[in-house]
């Protein structure tokens, strides 16, 4: 059985940073695309960023593209979201999500529904 258990988030004020991180255990973790959404209160659950098997293809959310990097470390299963210039508006829960059945080595999804494994979440609040 798979599972993720995200950590790293917490509070922080507007202009600073934080890394979250998400171990996988349970199969192998190289096997899987990785990507982070995050919900916030009253929205839907978006993506924000996607990283292949390879680690060679990664993708982002228009509204963190330059401010946030994903990365993954194959030999620690586990993947990791540096944020940085954090905004109010990137308050939200955040979730890893591992997808069980990728389309090649370079497959990143931006689609929830392409992922069949997601952690429990870990919150993220910006202060202004």
């Known amino acids: 059985q798979v599972q993720l258990v995200e950590s790293g988030g917490g509070l922080v004020q507007a202009g600073g940073s934080l890394r979250l991180s998400c171990a996988i255990s349970?199969?192998?973790?190289?096997?899987?695309?990785m990507g982070w959404f995050r919900q916030a209160p009253g929205k839907e659950r978006e993506f924000v960023a996607g990283i292949s098997m390879s680690r060679l293809t990664t993708g982002y959310a228009d509204s963190v593209k330059g401010r946030f990097t994903i990365s993954r470390d194959n030999a620690k299963n586990t993947v990791y979201l540096q944020m940085n210039f954090l905004k109010p508006e990137d308050t939200a829960v955040y979730y890893c999500a591992a997808r069980g059945n990728p389309r090649g080595f370079s497959d990143v999804s931006d689609k929830a529904y392409d992922y069949d494994y997601w952690g429990q979440g870990t919150q993220v609040t910006v202060s202004s």
């Open positions: 349970g199969r192998t973790f190289s096997h899987y695309p």
